[in-house]
């Protein structure tokens, strides 16, 4: 690569040097968002739209083929109707932009732009059921919501954020932990197979559960820093937004009843996390099941005759193979051309050349790094999704070795932060009496929260590694984003 | 039909007789929408989104295949930025809603809740524009947006509605004026092959361009009642934005350039086009291409031997065909499920039966009517693939007819008074001098404002139809949704 076609990538700042600033370069390089003049709101830009519209594609047809149907509730909240659930409106009205004028008019009643939807759902729901016959509602919206967060970051925390809320409501509270189980599963397959993320499942404590929630479950990703990320939510609420909505349903027993109720989501977020699972100092690395260009295909010495001519030849086959594949044939250096789709994290490069076309070969060359190879041009669709499959175990099997080499069982809070010092953040494995305060004191002399309780249990002690009374429980902990 | 079958249906009003009250009628029984606590905003229902969802799925094949790309502007507009446009600022800001508050505090500047993004987009284009390299940009958003309406109705008019909003930016008017052309194009296109809706294009008078624009394009579709109902949006804005904003690029010839603008948008307003242009007494009748259910199967006898192992053989050669088919084996009489997925619209359904699998057929009947037909099992896809596109014909013919049927030429206001009170509501077509008094006057005097500046002109004579100086255009005139 020639010295200035690295200046591209050079702009970077090094991971080891700066994780932050170099996540901030990373999102402004690779051109996903741009700041607004609103402090924490972004443009998602074509680019960083494009990853998330292949995410959307496919977790929606993954609730699809659970039975779940797409809605549309309206932005507006009206103050009384968010006061309805008692937990719920003080989980969330202190972080709520509010509407209190439309056009001239100052509004009778003031409106908070959601910041989740619950009451709107229960609002319709009491509506819209009233016998079994109207059971389960299995409902899901892709909107934005908005909290009015202090400190924002791109696709971390934002003012406003895209997300999917799925909604359900069902005859019986078997039936809604089902489905909170069920999502939670779909979520992680998910993480898995189309971001390349391994997670831990897990129930949230008492102290972390959703504003409304009976339980909360999430998954939980460790990023190349070893700071935790919460990728996904899972919520079991009872029947506790149904009283206080007055939903009810005559049975078939001809009782009424109150149903019970779920939500679960995912947000812009993945992306964030998909960047600080995978990303290096070239840049961002993206799983193949969601980048918007699988592929691109470099030409060399383009202005040699059959070159352009062979490369489009192999842009169509990629592309009616279902392939998503750009071909560049700007008058930008091939060089200059490499660490461009390097820092926007391409996972498959393909390189063609008049030595290439003499031998009927290309060359191929994968994001996750790796000698070049010589492809049959024959064999060209089938080599590539060989390849974008391989890409995507690699990047699995480096996100899991990296989660596996930075968590850290521990039987104390001075090994807590032995590991911590030592070994770099990372997840701790360490039992837990259940208390309230001790999940406290363990938060303020480590750093590290409790993430959650791990749906696969290890009995690493009975002790409880703050108080050393009998513990109920391992905890995963952890600092994080 | 058995007479306790039909009162799912008789619920509906009969469209003679109160046309506003048939569709709320429609919007409710349909299951398309619900009313909210907040005033002009709508639960849009599985049922009336999945109509929205294939609108969106068909038109962004049709914008992506057309060099557009996908982003997703924040919803915020700080109330400087919305101010930087005089015209644009006085036509939305006595409609917006006004956020003041961010959790307890109130906001140092208040911000709107985006009517429509021309300032965010203009705010990013000075962010990222600097060189003729870096145009054109041709980006859209599937967004809502926020119009304080006093009187809303639903998908007509309400104040949170969906829509997408284009916005492009290019180095020449030329090729500014010919993106505008081009949607137009898009959006015609996509209302005659997808909603069997025939559109009229056309330019709107100076007095009803949109606010900041050059000029103004726009579809115009008429309703089964008369009404004229705008069904798209096309501006050209000149530099007039990028005067405003300070954006300027670079030019080949090394001197700084103002680029030129446009926008276009499609609401969720077409949902409510499709009903009024296509329903009937018994309910919804929907476009093949976005019914949500193309093909019901209804089991006659289901309990019979035999019977629902045929049905769901029929579903799933249906459904590996890629039709949008089914199965209704539920255990209400066929009579009561013949009325509800008429109300519903399915274009297609399909009655099996002991008889009809004793003969290897079914029997095929169409929600726009004619004669039920026997359609041999061995060639179910085919028929029914060419049935679904007989739907279609049979729809875009009769709205073609009605429009026709409906449509007057009129050589003074008199004579459009007269066409109106004999022949009802319908679409003028009359000759203008283009003073904005005579339009004001022919609206006074019938009620039919101007639609549009049709692009396909006919010189039906030479004086306007108000003042009867020398005319300039054809104008579509119609009282308006």
């Known amino acids: 690569m020639a010295k200035n076609d690295k200046k591209l990538v050079s702009e970077i700042t090094a991971m080891d040097e700066d994780f932050a600033q170099w996540y901030t ?3 402004k390089k690779a051109e996903l968002i741009s700041y607004t003049s609103v402090k924490g709101c972004m443009v998602i830009r074509p680019y960083g739209y494009a990853i998330w519209e292949n995410i959307q594609r496919i977790l929606d047809g993954m609730f699809k083929a659970t039975g779940h149907e797409n809605v549309n509730m309206p932005m507006f909240i009206p103050e009384s109707l968010l006061e309805k659930e008692k937990d719920h409106v003080e989980g969330f009205a202190p972080e709520v932009a509010w509407v209190t004028m439309g056009g001239n008019a100052k509004l009778e009643e003031r409106l908070c732009v959601r910041p989740t939807s619950e009451t709107l759902f229960c609002d319709h729901y009491k509506d819209i059921i009233h016998s079994y016959r109207d059971l389960p509602k299995l409902y899901n919206q892709w909107v934005s919501v ?4 202090k400190t924002t970051r791109p696709f971390l925390r934002s003012r406003e954020f895209l997300w999917q809320e799925g909604h359900t409501i069902h005859a019986t509270a078997e039936e809604a932990i089902a489905e909170t189980e069920q999502m939670l599963n779909v979520y992680t397959k998910f993480c898995e197979d189309a971001l390349a993320m391994p997670v831990v499942q897990g129930k949230k404590t008492e102290s972390d559960k959703f504003a409304g929630a009976v339980s909360t479950y999430a998954i939980e990703a460790l990023m190349h820093d070893g700071k935790a990320l919460q990728a996904g939510t899972s919520h ?3 029947d506790g937004f149904a009283h206080a909505f007055d939903i009810q349903f005559a049975d078939k027993d001809n009782t009424l009843k109150y149903p019970h109720q779920t939500s ?4 812009t977020r993945l992306i964030g996390a998909i960047i600080m699972t995978h990303g290096d100092d070239n840049g961002l690395v993206l ?6 260009i699988q592929v691109v295909i470099v030409p060399a010495a383009m202005h040699k005759e ?23 044939d700007t008058e930008n250096s091939p060089g200059w051309k490499f660490a461009e789709y390097e820092m926007k994290g391409v996972p498959v490069r393909v390189e063609i050349g008049p030595r290439d076309i003499a031998a009927d070969q290309c060359m191929i060359a994968l ?3 790796g000698e070049k190879v010589a492809c049959p041009l024959g064999s060209l669709v089938e080599t590539v999704q060989a390849k974008l499959q391989e890409v995507h175990d690699v990047m699995y099997a480096a996100a899991l070795a990296n989660r596996e080499k930075r968590t850290y069982q521990c039987q104390s809070i001075d090994e807590i932060n032995k590991a911590l010092t030592e070994n770099g953040d990372g997840f701790i494995e360490a039992m837990w009496c259940g208390e309230e305060a001790c999940e406290d004191e363990v938060k303020a002399q480590t750093g590290a929260g409790s993430r959650c309780i791990p749906l696969a249990q290890k009995q690493l002690s009975d002790k409880c590694v703050c108080c050393g009374k009998p513990a109920k429980c391992m905890v995963l902990w952890g600092k994080a984003y």
């Open 25 to 27: 370069d990373i999102v």
């Open 146 to 149: 908005v909290r009015w967060e």
């Open 236 to 238: 079991y609420f009872g």
């Open 264 to 267: 679960w989501g995912v947000t």
């Open 287 to 292: 799983p193949p099941a969601v980048a918007p």
């Open 306 to 328: 059959g070159v352009l001519e062979k490369a489009n030849e192999l842009y169509e086959q990629l592309k009616a193979a279902g392939i998503r594949v750009k071909l560049d």
């Open 367 to 369: 994001r996750t790094g």
